[in-house]
């Protein structure tokens, strides 16, 4: 029992890690209707300004304080990823408007081919290291209920508990702020939106802005789990299913997703892996959310689509 | 000439909606065959709609349609266009990045029999069946006097023309019963003119009876043997051109005094 | 000037409906096929033959399935490279087990495996569209990727699960030399381009044309998504198993899940779109340009590096690569979404008219 909730527990703290990226794709989904292939992508583009940038501005200005290094990184990794969502509107959005989804998605795949091609080329292509001072050492808890106690990473709950906030933060702003309401009008329709004034060039910098925070605080926790390399860009595979399964249009979805998956994978990979011969997680998740596909296509929270002819 | 048949379509009590939105509300007409018969009524007031319960697009909730005597709880756009039933669409659906000729072609297509082995290796029998439905085509290319455009992409042409393609690609069907969906939209007065030749040409030369929405009332009244008056999804008159313009109710919707 | 087709009149339908209705397009395509089957073996040093010619090949017959389904059927595939490898090991144990086993016939019998394999994934395609079946194409790609990996029947327990195939020959003859390789990929690439031009020039190509252009329109005039795509995803998929048979057999020589990754799968798709979607030429010139640009980069980059005193290293010349496949997908997409055969189709229409400017 206890293995079993260890499992389970591991597993949703790997699905909210997931929602995190799954969170990106459906906010640019939501306001511009584009799958972006590019959320890993965009990840990892941020992970590696944020790593580098942590390692030369103490370099450059001498201050070798490193919660200074950090934040600082953290700022122009942030007005980075500003520029990029600025660029990807400028040079490639503007002129698609009402393309077929397939197309969109495969300029993404070009602009993740770019991003990853430039973000190495900028910042190097070894493996680097973030590290924002989360704890590393596993905890041990309910040891009175269970024998043994469970054991969970520390690291994983605090990526968890910073998902999660920045969920909820994500979700008030597109509630209550005008800018969210803004979002939403487009999100709904293109082209009604413009006609009452929204500035449809400005909502999706903003909103590529938002998926490109996103996207760092998601590099930021990958990246201090993991190290920051190439393999970082492909978490965006991972997270696909977890839109599908959610839903492209729905934050809560995306977090269900997550979850669902997160632990989907684990279950799977502890109970079923031994059977068939292990690493099954990659592809379980997808059949997973494939299999769901064929009954609900418009995913667990996503709105239903009518065809009108 | 033509001379008006039985009744060979047969709406009964048909009704739509999507999600609460209630688009038919127990509709029922018939139509005779080699007649032309023609839906009218306000934006909105069910006509597309109805094409498209009849099509087998649309699944209604309620009601049934009867083809030929064959009822139907709904339609199945395959065995539909297989029971003769062609149509033309309001907002262009031609397939844009094909040519005029390849447009038409797929119009044959259920009438096309060679198998994908014998179209991959094309000579033989795949060629021959090719070549014969080519002529066919080219017949109705005549007919539509669009010989000059016939190896261009449809995306390419002009709004009259394209509206001219769809209509070539439902004849190329040989149609018993051909649903045009508001034809003339969007046309100037010559061009008006000459789709009317076509459709009256249609009607008469091949006895195809057709289904015709359309907003002219003057190209309804004098196309049309029997007018159905759509309101909001319900049904407020049905009859001749004559009696259509007398009845009450639809003069109201039409002036639009009520609402 | 030599390129008009004056006096060059259609009596028949069937003149009017050849490959090239042009004569000097025909001449052009015979001229170069002659050269490519008679011509290249005495011109070509074996290098070219191994990194050049024979990776083009196979890869333009594996953009050319891409691009039956992606570009005439309007079907996306993330999932390309899934299929090859389908192909390939099918290819591989129906030469190992069934004593006998003639080469092209396992190569074929690839290709067979594959289509029904891409039936399956395709069943998707009768539900969901776009994005949703890009998803449904990688999870072909991530589910082959683990079976041939962890799967050890399929690699007949190879311990080091890599698995190999020798002693290649067809009717007696060895396919063995770079240049009896080239002819022997060349030959079907030929056929194979042949049947595809075929089907998208008959009953079977417009179905699927009209179901990528309107498919609410394919369905009235009596074309059955269902069928139109799955023998979409059929033929595709039987193009692709073939090429990643020869892939295996014929190029590799010996190979690994590997050779059959995601990365695959997108170049073949950057193929289709830089090419050309829906088009037969365009799949050649995609799969010649993705080949041919990271060796031209490869010595390129480095020689300007040299020029204007800057050190480009052999990652360096990656990223550029990546960064140049990007930018292209992206200027296809939004420039000219019919890649360079639109291009190419553009400027012999240019010269059709040529002096005159219309």
Redesign the interface.
């Known amino acids: 029992m206890a293995f079993f909730l260890e499992t389970l527990i591991g597993g949703l703290m790997a699905g909210m890690l997931y929602s995190l990226v799954a969170l990106g794709f459906v906010l640019i989904y939501k306001a511009s209707g584009v799958?972006n292939f590019a959320q890993g992508a965009l990840v990892l583009f941020a992970a590696l300004a944020m790593a580098r940038f942590s390692e030369w501005l103490p370099a450059w200005t001498g201050i070798e304080n490193p919660v200074l290094a950090n934040i600082g990184a953290f700022i122009v990794a942030g007005l980075i990823m500003f520029v990029v969502a600025w660029l990807i509107e400028r040079?490639?959005l503007r002129?698609?408007v009402n393309q077929?989804?397939?197309?969109l998605?495969?300029?993404t795949?070009?602009?993740?081919?770019?991003?990853?091609?430039?973000g190495?080329?900028f910042f190097g292509?070894d493996i680097y290291k973030i590290d924002v001072g989360m704890p590393k050492e596993p905890v041990l808890v309910l040891e009175n209920m269970f024998e043994g106690g469970i054991l969970i990473n520390k690291e994983d709950f605090i990526a968890a508990l910073i998902a999660a906030l920045l969920v909820g933060a994500l979700a008030l702003f597109f509630q209550k702020t005008a800018t969210g309401r803004a979002l939403r009008a487009v999100a709904d329709d293109h082209q009604a939106a413009q006609s009452i004034g929204i500035p449809l060039s400005r909502i999706w910098v903003i909103i590529w802005c938002v998926a490109g925070l996103v996207a760092l605080v998601a590099g930021i926790i990958w990246g201090s789990k993991l190290g920051v390399q190439f393999s970082l860009a492909t978490v965006a595979?991972r997270a696909?299913?977890v839109v599908?399964l959610g839903g492209?249009t729905s934050i809560p979805g995306a977090i269900v997703g997550g979850l669902i998956i997160g632990v989907g994978e684990k279950l799977s990979e502890v109970y079923l892996g031994p059977y068939?011969?292990?690493?099954?997680e990659?592809?379980f998740a997808?059949?997973l959310?494939?299999v769901f596909?064929?009954f609900r296509?418009q995913g667990l929270f996503g709105e239903k689509i009518i065809?009108r002819? | 000439m033509r001379e008006i048949g039985d009744v060979i379509l047969d709406l009964r009590s048909v009704s739509l909606a999507f999600g609460g939105v209630k688009a038919l509300t127990d509709i029922s007409f018939d139509v005779r065959e080699h007649e032309i018969r023609a839906i009218i009524g306000p934006n909105g007031a069910g006509k597309s709609s109805m094409l498209n319960v009849i099509?087998g697009?649309y699944r209604p909730q309620e009601g049934e349609v009867i083809l030929r005597g064959e009822h139907f709880r709904r339609m199945d756009?395959?065995r539909?266009?297989?029971a003769g039933i062609?149509?033309t669409?309001q907002s262009l659906?031609?397939?844009?990045?094909?040519s005029v000729i390849?447009n038409i072609?797929?119009?044959?297509?259920?009438k096309?029999k060679?198998n994908?082995f014998q179209?991959?290796?094309?000579w033989g029998p795949?060629?021959r069946?090719?070549?014969a439905h080519?002529?066919k085509v080219?017949e109705i290319i005549d007919f539509l006097e669009i010989q000059h455009i016939r190896k261009t992409p449809v995306g390419r042409l002009p709004y009259g023309l394209q509206k001219r393609v769809d209509l070539g690609?439902?004849l190329a069907?040989e149609p018993q019963i051909l649903l045009l969906d508001e034809p003339m939209a969007g046309m100037n007065v010559e061009e008006k003119q000459d789709m009317s030749r076509f459709i009256l040409d249609v009607n008469d030369q091949f006895g195809t009876t057709i289904v015709l929405i359309e907003h002219d009332m003057g190209v309804v009244m004098d196309l049309s043997d029997r007018v159905v008056v759509l309101d909001y999804g319900r049904k407020i008159g049905d009859g001749s051109p004559d009696e259509v313009r007398t009845n009450p109710e639809v003069i109201k919707a039409y002036l639009g005094a009520s609402h | 000037m030599f390129y008009r087709e004056n006096g060059q009149f259609k009596t028949s339908?069937?003149s009017d409906?050849q490959i090239f209705p042009i004569a000097q397009d025909r001449w052009a395509v015979l001229a170069i096929m002659a050269f490519a089957f008679v011509g290249v073996p005495f011109l070509v040093d074996e290098y070219l033959f191994r990194a050049i010619l024979i990776p083009f090949l196979i890869l333009a017959l594996a953009a050319l399935g891409v691009n039956l389904l992606v570009g005439y059927c309007?079907q996306?595939t993330l999932g390309a490279g899934a299929f090859m490898a389908v192909g390939a090991y099918a290819g591989y144990n129906f030469l190992i087990r069934i004593d006998g086993m003639p080469m092209l016939a396992a190569i074929l019998l690839g290709g067979f495996v594959s289509a029904l394999v891409g039936i399956v994934f395709g069943i998707?395609s009768l539900?969901?569209?776009?994005?949703?079946l890009?998803?449904?194409t990688?999870?072909a790609q991530?589910?082959w990727?683990?079976a041939f990996?962890?799967?050890s029947w399929f690699t007949n327990d190879a311990p080091s699960g890599s698995v190999s195939v020798s002693n290649l020959e067809l009717l007696g003859f060895p396919i063995e030399s770079p240049l009896q390789k080239y002819l022997f990929c060349l030959s079907l690439l030929v056929l194979f381009a042949l049947?595809?031009k075929?089907?998208t020039?008959?009953?079977?190509g417009?179905?699927w044309?009209?179901i990528?252009?309107?498919d609410?329109?394919?369905?009235?005039?009596?074309?059955?998504p269902m069928f139109a795509k799955l023998?979409a995803f059929a033929?595709s998929s039987f193009y692709l198993g073939v090429a990643g048979a020869l892939w295996g057999f014929v190029h590799l020589g010996s190979w690994e899940p590997a050779a059959f990754s995601?990365d695959r799968s997108?170049q073949l798709?950057f193929m289709v779109?830089i090419g050309g979607m829906?088009s037969i030429m365009g799949s050649f010139f995609g799969a010649a340009f993705i080949v041919v640009l990271p060796i031209f980069l490869n010595q390129f980059l480095p020689w300007l590096g040299n020029l204007v005193g800057i050190h480009i290293s052999t990652?360096?010349v990656s990223?550029?690569?990546?960064?140049?496949?990007?930018?292209?997908?992206?200027f296809f997409?939004?420039v000219e979404?019919h890649g360079i055969a639109r291009l190419w189709s553009t400027g012999k229409e240019k010269l059709r008219l040529w002096p005159f400017p219309h």
């Open positions: 799958f040079l490639v002129h698609l077929e989804g397939a197309t998605l495969m300029v795949l070009g602009i993740a081919y770019l991003l990853e091609g430039i190495q080329g292509n595979l696909l299913p599908i492209l068939v011969g292990g690493g099954i990659i592809w997808y059949m959310a494939l596909l064929l296509p065809d002819v | 099509n697009v756009p395959y539909v266009a297989r062609a149509r669409f659906a031609l397939f844009k990045g094909m390849d072609m797929t119009g044959r297509n259920l096309m060679a994908l179209q991959a290796v094309w795949a060629q069946e090719e070549l080519r002529a080219e690609r439902a069907m | 339908y069937q409906q309007g996306i998707p539900r969901v569209r776009g994005l949703y890009a998803m449904a990688l999870a991530f589910f990727d683990w990996l962890r799967i049947l595809a075929n089907m020039r008959s009953a079977m417009r179905q044309m009209a990528r252009d309107m609410v329109a394919a369905e009235v005039i009596g074309i059955r023998s033929v995601i997108f798709l779109i829906g990652a360096g990223h550029a690569e990546f960064m140049i496949f990007g930018a292209l997908i992206v997409l939004i979404p």
